[in-house]
């Protein structure tokens, strides 16, 4: 199970994911009061319930993944799923903040919450070559008997 490496690979998506809920995407030096996001300076999962839950279902997905060994072809669906989410979870978080309208002279840096979906994405596709790779062995092995 922990044994193989796109079980590690999915234990570190797992653990980029989830995360996020404690790292913000992006901060402000300071507080923008017409902002929804920004009010608190900080742009992270909890401004928006759709994050909550994309990224958290993507992390549970993740994890769920690791226990899927046995049955490697689901496994490699609930990878696919698993990155698909990540990928729309991008896209919702750019696409809020972009409707937010932030004021031209507020300075917006990125933390490291902006970073981490994109890590994980490394480590999902890492982890579907790598299942993928013992698909292929497997059925190699199958052959040969």
């Known amino acids: ?13 797992a ?3 989830g995360s996020l809920f404690a790292v913000p995407f992006a901060r402000t030096t300071k507080a923008i009061k017409e902002s929804a ?25 993740a994890l769920v993944s690791i226990f899927l060994f046995r049955n490697r072809k689901l496994q ?11 990928v729309a979870g991008i896209v919702l978080a750019v696409v809020l903040f972009m409707q937010q309208g932030v004021p031209i002279d507020s300075s917006i840096q990125d933390d490291i919450g902006t970073y981490l979906p994109l ?9 579907y070559r ?3 790779k013992d698909e292929k062995l497997v059925r190699s092995m199958d052959r040969l008997r």
């Open 1 to 13: 199970m922990i044994q193989r490496i796109q079980s590690l690979f999915l234990l570190l998506a």
């Open 15 to 17: 653990g980029g994911l």
């Open 37 to 61: 996001f920004l009010q608190d300076s900080l742009y992270d999962l909890s401004d928006h319930i759709a994050l909550m839950i994309v990224f958290g279902l993507t992390a549970v997905l």
């Open 76 to 86: 490699l669906q609930f990878i696919a799923f698993t990155l698909v989410g990540v």
């Open 119 to 127: 890590v994980a994405i490394l480590f999902l596709a890492l982890a």
């Open 130 to 132: 790598f299942t993928k």
